[in-house]
C-alpha cells in the first residue's frame, strides 16, 4: 500500500479545513447554538420529559447526527468533487494510488472532520443542557461508523455530480430533510400509528436511535436494527465506490 | 541550467526502449474511434514528438500511456512494465503536464509541489523541491497561491509539479500552449536539460516550430493512426524539398525552350527563375543544379545571385496530415 500518498491526500483533504476554518468549524457549532437556543430553550420548556430524559438533552444526539450526515457528505463529496471540476483529478488518476488508497485518503479526511466537528457539537451542548453518556464507546462507535459511512455516500456524490447545483441537491433534498424527519426533534411514539410506520422507512430514524441509545439507554428501534442499518449503508456504499472504480464511471472515459 | 531535474538513477542504457505501445486503440463510447491500433517505440532519453491536427488522437494516447483513459485495445508497457497490471511501477516513472492549466486554486505553489512528491510515494525532500522551484525560477513565488500567478507562471508550476517525484519519462501535452515567445525558448532549454539528464520525453504540440527545434523523432497521427515515426533529420531530408532561386540579370518573358526539362516556374515580374529538386539529392551530383546552371549558360541567361531553401517541418506536415 502506498501509505505516503494516502496521508498526502488525507492531510491535503484536512489542509482545506484549515483554510477555510470559518465555514468549516465555526457556521456549523453557531448553527447548533441556534438549534438549542430555538428547540431547547424557547420551545424546549414547553415540552415535557421524552422518555424521561428533558427536551433539551433529547435532542442533542439527534442534532449531532444532523451535523455528522451532513458534514460527512458535504466534506466528502466536495473533495473529490473540486478536482474534478478544476481538471486536477489527472494528477490523482496518473499517481501510483490504487482505488482504496484514495478512498481512504478522502473518506478518511471527510470522516475525521465530521467527527470531530460532532465532538465539538457534543461540547457546544453541554452549555446548554446537563449531558450524560450511557455508553461512551457505543457513542464514538456510531459517530465514526456513521461518519465514515455517510463521508462514502458523500465521495459518490462528488463523482456523480455534473455541477455544483447537483452537488447540493442530494444533501438539501434528501439528507436534510431525512434528518429532520428522522426523530432528530422528536421520538417516533410522538406520532400517529400511521407516520410512525411511514417513518421506519427512512433510514436515518436507525442511525439517531442508535446514536441516541448510547447516550440515554433509550431508542425507537433496536440497537440491533440501527446497527444492521449502518451495516447496510456502508455495504453498499463500498460496492458503489468500487463499481464507480471499476467501470471508471465518470473518472476515465 | 544546472542539475536541477535529476530522475532516479537509470538502469539501462540511453537508446533502449523505455515505452512501447503495441495495438493500442480506442473507442469512446458514442463510438467515436479516436485511436486505431496504434504501435510505437519510443526510445530512452530522446524527444520525441507527437504531430497531429486537432482531434487526431494525441492526447488519447497520452492519456491512456498515463493511466487518465482505458484503452479498447492493445498493450502498453513502461520500462517493461504494464501500465493496467503493473500500473504502479510503471506509474512511478512518468510525470505529465497535461494541457489545461489545472490546480487546486487556493494552494500556495509550495504545497501543491509538495503534495504531487507525496502522492507518487516520494519520501519528503524539500531540498530536490527547491532545486526545480529555483531551476523554473518558481522560488520566489513559492508562498503565492496558484489563482495569483500568471498563465506562464502556472505551466511552470504543472512542470515543477510532473518533475517533484523525479520521473524518467515525461509527458509535455502541448507545454507552451499560450505561452509568449520568450517563455517557450526559455522552456525549450528546460526540456533540452531534461533529455541531457536521461529523461525521456514525449511533447504534443501544435507548433511545429517546437518539434522542428527540439525533438530527435517525430511521429505523425492522423485520424487516430501514426501515419509516420522518423527521426527529424531523416524525416526532413526524405521529404523535404528544397528550391534554388536564380536572380536574373535581365527579365525574360518565358522560360527559354531549351529549359523546359528543368521544370523551372518563372516569377511573375520575370526577374527569377525557381527551380526544385529533392532534398535528398542533396545541393551536388542528382540534384541536377551543375546541369541546370550549364543549361543556363548555353541558353544565354545570365544571374546575379542564387540561393537555396528547405521546405520547412511545417509544409512537410501539412502534407502529411493533408485529407486525400
Keep these: ?253 | 541550467m544546472t542539475t536541477a531535474f535529476a530522475p532516479s538513477p537509470i538502469q539501462a542504457a540511453l537508446g533502449t526502449p523505455m515505452i512501447r505501445i503495441d495495438g493500442v486503440s480506442k473507442t469512446y463510447r458514442g463510438g467515436f474511434q479516436a485511436l486505431k491500433e496504434v504501435s510505437l517505440t519510443i526510445n530512452r532519453g530522446e524527444i520525441f514528438a507527437l504531430l497531429g491536427p486537432n482531434g487526431a488522437g494525441k492526447t488519447t494516447l497520452i492519456s491512456i500511456i498515463c493511466g487518465l483513459v482505458n484503452a479498447s485495445g492493445g498493450t502498453v508497457t513502461v520500462d517493461g512494465h504494464d501500465n493496467v497490471g503493473d500500473y504502479r511501477a510503471a506509474r512511478e516513472l512518468i510525470g505529465l503536464v497535461p494541457q489545461e492549466l489545472t490546480g487546486e486554486a487556493f494552494s500556495t505553489v509550495w504545497d501543491t509541489v509538495r503534495f504531487s512528491r507525496g502522492l507518487f510515494g516520494k519520501p519528503r525532500d524539500d531540498a530536490y523541491l527547491e532545486r526545480i522551484l529555483r531551476a523554473l525560477t518558481l522560488w520566489d513565488k513559492r508562498n503565492n497561491r496558484l489563482m495569483a500567478l500568471s498563465g506562464g507562471m502556472k505551466r511552470r508550476v504543472l512542470i515543477a509539479k510532473a518533475l517533484s517525484h523525479q520521473p524518467q519519462v515525461l509527458f509535455l501535452d502541448e507545454p507552451t500552449a499560450g505561452v509568449d515567445v520568450e517563455l517557450r525558448r526559455e522552456m525549450w532549454q528546460i526540456v533540452r536539460d531534461l533529455r541531457d539528464e536521461g529523461v525521456t520525453i514525449i511533447l504534443t504540440t501544435h507548433y511545429i516550430e517546437e518539434a522542428e527545434e527540439m525533438a530527435d523523432r517525430i511521429g505523425v497521427i492522423r485520424r487516430g493512426e501514426l501515419v509516420l515515426v522518423k527521426e527529424k533529420q531523416a524525416l526532413m531530408r526524405q521529404l523535404g524539398r528544397k528550391e534554388l532561386t536564380l536572380q536574373l540579370k535581365a527579365p525574360l518573358a518565358s522560360v527559354p525552350e531549351a529549359l523546359a526539362p528543368y521544370h523551372l516556374t518563372l516569377s511573375e515580374d520575370g526577374q527569377a527563375l525557381i527551380y526544385r529538386y529533392d532534398s535528398s539529392a542533396g545541393n551536388g551530383e542528382g540534384s541536377g543544379i551543375a546541369e541546370l546552371l550549364g543549361a543556363l549558360r548555353e541558353a544565354g541567361v545570365r544571374y546575379s545571385d542564387l540561393h537555396t531553401r528547405q521546405s520547412s517541418l511545417e509544409e512537410i506536415f501539412v502534407s502529411l496530415v493533408k485529407e486525400p
Design chain 1, 1 to 253: 500500500m502506498n501509505l505516503k500518498a494516502v496521508r498526502t491526500l488525507y492531510l491535503a483533504e484536512l489542509a482545506r479545513t484549515k483554510r477555510t476554518m470559518l465555514q468549516s468549524i465555526v457556521s456549523p457549532v453557531i448553527s447548533t447554538s441556534l438549534y438549542f437556543v430555538v428547540f431547547g430553550a424557547a420551545i424546549g420548556t414547553r415540552i415535557s420529559e421524552v422518555a424521561g430524559v428533558s427536551y433539551g438533552a433529547f435532542i442533542v444526539p439527534g442534532l449531532i447526527m444532523l451535523m455528522l450526515l451532513t458534514q460527512s457528505v458535504a466534506t466528502a463529496s466536495f473533495g473529490i468533487f473540486f478536482p474534478r471540476f478544476s481538471g486536477a483529478i489527472y494528477e490523482l488518476l496518473s499517481a501510483p494510488v490504487s482505488y482504496a488508497e484514495i478512498v481512504i485518503g478522502y473518506v478518511g479526511a471527510a470522516a475525521t472532520k465530521a467527527v470531530a466537528l460532532g465532538l465539538i457539537a457534543l461540547a457546544t451542548a453541554s452549555l446548554f443542557v446537563p449531558l450524560e453518556i450511557a455508553h461512551p464507546l457505543w457513542m464514538l462507535f456510531f459517530l465514526v461508523l456513521t461518519a465514515v459511512t455517510f463521508s462514502l455516500l458523500g465521495f459518490i456524490i462528488g463523482i456523480w455530480a455534473d455541477g455544483f447545483e447537483q452537488l447540493q441537491l442530494v444533501p438539501l433534498l434528501i439528507i436534510t430533510p431525512l434528518t429532520f424527519l428522522g426523530g432528530t426533534f422528536y421520538a417516533l411514539e410522538m406520532l400517529p400509528p400511521f407516520w410512525q410506520a411511514v417513518t421506519l422507512f427512512n433510514p436515518v430514524v436507525y442511525l439517531v436511535s442508535g446514536f441516541r441509545w448510547s447516550f440515554y439507554g433509550i431508542g425507537d428501534v433496536s440497537l440491533a436494527a440501527s446497527l444492521g442499518m449502518i451495516g447496510v449503508f456502508l455495504v453498499i456504499g463500498i460496492g458503489l465506490v468500487g463499481w464507480i472504480f471499476k467501470s471508471g464511471y465518470r473518472l476515465k472515459p
